[in-house]
């Protein structure tokens, strides 16, 4: 990889990859694009508009660039996903089949985000392996579940190198998520730094796979690095750092801030979305096959977190440079 091309940059995200993109490979070697102007120049360096709904758009963005590996971030997530249904298939769906399309032509390499939210319920939703069956029941998680199938086929059929992550879960200070079940981590984290308190809207007992950011962004890259000859699998693979509660979390929480409370005011979308993935995932063939590997754990993101809100702003702006 020498020359990039995000897809919806100024994500939660979107945000740290650029950043990190461009330590590595040069500022002008990394093009910044989002549907949203002021959030991709917001990050700095070379940056354009893009709408990923917009076929042609994409196929010129490429050749304008000419990116070796395109990170494809652009998605609506769960919860504003059920909210607009059909927004979501447009963007999630359409938008990944027109940057297939423009990949085939004109050659980069595609990474795609995937989910843990592209499983389902009907499947035992402890330790769910790679290959389980996919049958979620959220136009988010079916987008993605189809995506990957789609990416698939694009790289068997006409030799796009495709390759994918379902990341669970995302923590993170710089920028904010948006539009997620599990955003609720961040917010509650948030919270007890500025107040000392939050309002969770799912159950304290709700289990779900988490990674923190520095962990997903270096997934990310690592895998568009691996030799394809060590890949079986490409679309997309499990890969998890941590799971906890909403009660864990706030007993982690009250190890540095003694004074959190978190209490709890259930959203019945969030809850059942939250009780239709799984509780924990196996990554053992992504950490077979490209060598994956978590850095932080419960106890490490929440201090590093924690810490990161605390500092002033242009002091936690700091982004890694090695993978
Ligand atoms: C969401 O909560 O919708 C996302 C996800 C798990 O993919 N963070």
Request: aromatic share 8%; charged share 20%; net charge neutral.
């Amino acid at each position: 990889m020498k020359r990039a091309l995000v897809i919806g940059a100024g994500g939660q995200v979107g945000t740290e990859l650029v950043a990190a993109l461009r330590g590595l490979y040069g500022q002008e070697n990394v093009l910044a694009t989002d549907l949203r102007r002021q959030a991709a120049a917001g990050l700095g360096g070379p940056c354009a508009p893009l709408d990923c709904t917009d076929g042609e758009a994409v196929l010129a963005a490429m050749r304008r660039f000419r990116p070796d590996t395109v990170f494809h971030l652009a998605a609506l997530l769960s919860v504003t996903g059920e909210a607009r249904p059909q927004l979501a298939y447009r963007v999630n769906l359409g938008g990944l089949v027109n940057v297939l399309e423009a990949a085939r032509t004109e050659g980069p390499a595609i990474f795609f985000a995937s989910t843990i939210a592209s499983f389902g319920p009907s499947i035992p939703l402890d330790l769910v392996p790679q290959d389980a069956a996919q049958r979620p029941t959220t136009m988010y998680g079916i987008t993605k579940a189809a995506g990957e199938m789609i990416c698939d086929y694009y790289h068997l059929r006409f030799g796009v190198d495709t390759r994918g992550l379902r990341f669970p879960g995302l923590i993170s200070h710089m920028a904010e998520p948006g539009g997620g079940t599990t955003d609720y981590a961040v917010e509650a984290i948030r919270g007890a730094v500025a107040h000392g308190a939050y309002t969770c809207p799912l159950r304290a007992d709700t289990q779900l796979d988490m990674m923190y950011m520095p962990d997903a962004i270096r997934a990310a890259v690592e895998l568009m690095q691996a030799d394809p000859s060590r890949l079986t699998h490409r679309n997309a693979f499990n890969v998890t750092a941590m799971q906890f509660t909403p009660r864990s979390l706030a007993k982690e929480i009250t190890r540095h801030l003694p004074h959190f409370r978190m209490d709890y005011r259930v959203d019945p979308l969030r809850q059942s979305i939250a009780d239709s993935w799984p509780r924990r995932i196996d990554d053992s063939v992504a950490r077979e096959e490209w060598g994956w590997t978590e850095k932080y754990d419960l106890a490490a993101m929440t201090a590093d977190m924690i810490a990161s809100l605390r500092r002033p702003k242009s002091a936690s702006a700091a982004f890694p440079t090695s993978v």
